[in-house]
C-alpha cells in the first residue's frame, strides 16, 4: 500500500512540474489506447462473427459469375472492412494531436520564463527553471504518447489490412 502511496505522489509531482497541459496529455493518451485496445479486441472476437456472416452469405448465393455476384461480394467486402475501420481514423488523429499538445505545453512554459524574466530582470535562475520545465515535461511526454500510439496505430492498421484481404480471398468466386 505504501508502494502505491509512493507511486501516485510520483505521478502527482510529475504532472504539477509540467503544468496543467499534461492532464490534456494524459487524457489524449488514455483516450486513444482505450480506442486502440477496442480494435485489438474486435480483432480477436467480433470480427470472426462477422467474417462467419460474410462467408455464410457468400455460400448460400447459387451463382457466383456474374455481374450481381460481384456486386454482392463487393458489398459483402465492404460491410465488413467499415466495421474493421471504425476509429482508425480517430487513433490516427490522436497520435498526430499529441505532440501538438506537447507543443502547447512548451509554449505554455516559455511564457512562464518570459514572465519571470520580466519580473526579475533575468536574476533569478531558480524561479526561471521551473517555467523550463513546464516547457520540456510536456514537449517530452507527447512525444511519448504519439511515439507509443504509433506502434499502437501501426498494429491495428496492419492486422486490419491483413483481415480484409484475408476476406476478399475466403469469397472466392468458383461456381
Avoid: C
Avoid at 486502440?36 to 462467419?52: A, C, N, P, T
Avoid at 454482392?72 to 466495421?83: D, G
Avoid at 535562475?125 to 507509443?148: D, E, F, R, Y
Amino acid at each position: 500500500m505504501l508502494a502505491l502511496m509512493d507511486a501516485l505522489a510520483a505521478i502527482q509531482a510529475f504532472m504539477a512540474q509540467g503544468g496543467p497541459i499534461l492532464y490534456l496529455i494524459a487524457g489524449l493518451t488514455f483516450v486513444m489506447w482505450t480506442l486502440i485496445f477496442e480494435r485489438i479486441w474486435y480483432f480477436h472476437g467480433g470480427l470472426k462473427k462477422d467474417v462467419q456472416n460474410a462467408l455464410d452469405t457468400w455460400e448460400l448465393r447459387p451463382e457466383r459469375k456474374s455481374w450481381n455476384a460481384h456486386q454482392v461480394r463487393y458489398a459483402l467486402i465492404s460491410r465488413v472492412s467499415e466495421k474493421v475501420n471504425v476509429n482508425m481514423d480517430m487513433v490516427a488523429t490522436m497520435v498526430a494531436l499529441a505532440p501538438l499538445f506537447g507543443l502547447l505545453g512548451t509554449v505554455t512554459g516559455m511564457i512562464d520564463v518570459f514572465t519571470v524574466l520580466a519580473l526579475t530582470g533575468g536574476g533569478d535562475a531558480k524561479a526561471m527553471a521551473g517555467g523550463v520545465s513546464k516547457a520540456t515535461i510536456p514537449t517530452m511526454a507527447g512525444m511519448v504518447a504519439a511515439l507509443s500510439g504509433v506502434f499502437g496505430n501501426t498494429y491495428i492498421t496492419r492486422t486490419a489490412e491483413r483481415e480484409s484481404q484475408l476476406l476478399e480471398d475466403h469469397l472466392t468466386m468458383d461456381h
